[in-house]
């Protein structure tokens, strides 16, 4: 695009209230260009630490697949063998950093009173695109965290049985806690091992990664299909079986073998 026609279309994009964003790269589905655009506040950028580094992930959209661990898709009434992969999101700024080593404090959200951990494992993405075959998907991956897709299983059960978006059950402050992001280079791929949670020293959830109906290779697929994927997108990738409520005053521990437990404190 010469300089003359990026001002202009840029004069036309501010008159039909188009970001300059947008415009920047037409056509191209694109991450906001900040430093281009005169804004009258500041909105912050979700950062996840890297481990072992002074730099963190800035993440751009947190997707999360569903049911995907037999066991667990049978506890939530459906039939796993049949059902193709589902995905939802949850708000970049649902993102609560959980320090390994320590008890962070989680708040009880409002509205529920039945309010779910679901522990999972995180894939971070720094690589992009569409339509990623199985055999690269692998190749798009950073670097892997722990993580807790928390629920307000009452008001996601309530909407769904009134077929409405369940978002209001899912995508919530503070819904997705995350431990830091460990680089593929530094703990490999998480194809199995052990993956568990407890409330209060108790053993709630047990299982192992290879359990996943769909792989985190296969969930890039899936996901790429669907959507362009883009460096910073993070995949919450399903919780096991046994999912259950916690109250205030709980502590709540996560395991994946292979990472720092995490331990927050429902407050
Ligand atoms: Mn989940």
Redesign the pocket.
């Known amino acids: 695009m010469s300089d003359q026609n990026s001002k202009s279309s840029r004069r036309n994009a501010m008159k039909m209230g188009i970001g300059l964003a947008t415009i920047a790269t037409a056509g191209v589905v694109s991450q906001p260009q900040a430093a281009e655009v005169k804004t009258p506040f500041t909105v912050s950028q979700v950062y996840i630490p890297i481990a072992g580094s002074s730099q963190e992930f800035p993440v751009r959209r947190v997707y ?1 697949i ?1 049911r995907n661990y037999a066991a667990h898709a049978r506890e939530m009434g459906s039939d796993p063998t049949r059902e193709p992969p589902f995905f939802f999101q949850k708000p970049t700024d649902a993102i609560q950093f959980v320090a390994p080593n320590k008890i962070i404090d989680h708040p009880y959200p409002t509205l529920t009173k039945n309010y779910h951990y ?1 522990v ?1 494992l995180v894939a971070a993405l720094n690589k992009g695109g569409k339509n990623i075959p199985f055999e690269k998907a692998l190749e798009h991956v950073f670097g892997y965290a722990l993580g807790l ?1 928390m ?1 307000r299983r009452d008001l996601q059960r309530f909407m769904g049985d009134q077929k409405k978006p369940w978002e209001i059950g899912k995508s919530f402050d503070f819904s997705a806690p995350i431990g830091p992001i460990y680089t593929v280079d530094k703990v490999g791929h998480f194809k199995n091992g052990a993956i568990g949670l407890s409330v209060n020293g108790i053993t709630k959830q047990k299982a192992d990664l290879s359990q996943m109906i769909w792989s985190v290779a296969e969930q890039i697929v899936k996901l790429s299909e669907a959507n362009e994927l883009f460096p910073g997108d993070i995949i ?1 990738s ?2 096991p079986e046994n999912v259950g409520p916690v109250v205030r005053g709980d502590i709540v521990r996560c395991s994946i073998a292979g990472l720092p437990d995490l331990a927050v404190k429902i407050i």
């Open positions: 999360c569903g679901e999972e897709d629920t919450y399903g919780t």
